[in-house]
T-cell receptor, first 117, second 113 residues
């Protein structure tokens, strides 16, 4: 249980184009999903919290107009990197939160490697 | 959220038991301890979660002393495929909370033949 998928697994694009990444919870519903970015040899950095049916909450320093997040259903959140530039090249990972009786657990997708040329 | 401290790297050999200790001196009463494993170019994988004493599953054991200021992830009889980065996180208790997870650099475990 608690499987999260991401698509695509990797993408190469030209500078200035937009890229959409999908995050799906396959066997459960997730009202809250998270988007992270990870650079080589570094830890995960939270970019934004995606809530189903409402606007995403962005972390300080993350441009909401550049990283568009849509969480239109309980099983799908999308991250669109608009007008991508080489500095946006990174490993993007989503997670979905499962709330239990006592605490919560985040389950992660396999990640999407973005390379902007 | 409580900050965690763990060794940057560890080395082991196949078949050995590996224990990775994490310090979380400022853990709150309702917080849980969670461990993730991450392979290169993959998303983190949930390993185990616990509140106190000992938790065991098919993959690992988690030991938490009474003061809960530290925890130890125990991997029995590691193999080469256990080479990965292991993250210790403190997760807020209670449903519906919106506190964020703080990820450190984790412990890079290298299992040698």
């Amino acid at each position: 249980g608690a499987v999260v998928s991401q698509h695509p697994s990797w993408v190469i694009c030209k500078s200035g184009t937009s890229v959409k990444i999908e995050c799906r919870s396959l066997d459960f519903q997730a009202t809250t999903m998270f988007w992270y970015r990870q650079f080589p040899k570094q830890s995960l950095m939270l970019m934004a919290t995606s809530n189903e049916g409402s606007k995403a909450t962005y972390e300080q320093g993350v441009e909401k107009d550049k990283f568009l997040i849509n969480h239109a259903s309980l099983t799908l959140s999308t991250l669109t990197v608009t007008s991508a530039h080489p500095e946006d090249s990174s490993f993007y990972i989503c997670s979905a939160r499962v709330s239990g009786h006592t605490t919560e657990t985040q389950y992660f997708g396999p990640g999407t490697r973005l390379l902007v040329l | 959220l409580a900050k965690t401290t763990q060794p940057i790297s560890m080395d082991s050999y196949e078949g050995q038991e590996v224990n990775i200790t994490c310090s979380h001196n400022n853990i709150a009463t309702n917080d849980y301890i969670t461990w993730y494993q991450q392979f290169p170019s993959q998303g983190p994988r949930f390993i185990i979660q616990g509140y106190k004493t000992k938790v065991t599953n098919e993959v690992a054991s988690l030991f938490i002393p009474a003061d809960r200021k530290s925890s130890t992830l125990s991997l029995p009889r590691v193999s080469l495929s256990d080479t990965a980065v292991y993250y210790c996180l403190v997760v807020p208790g209670g449903a519906g909370n919106n506190r964020k997870l703080i990820w450190g650099l984790g412990t890079s475990l290298a299992v040698n033949p």
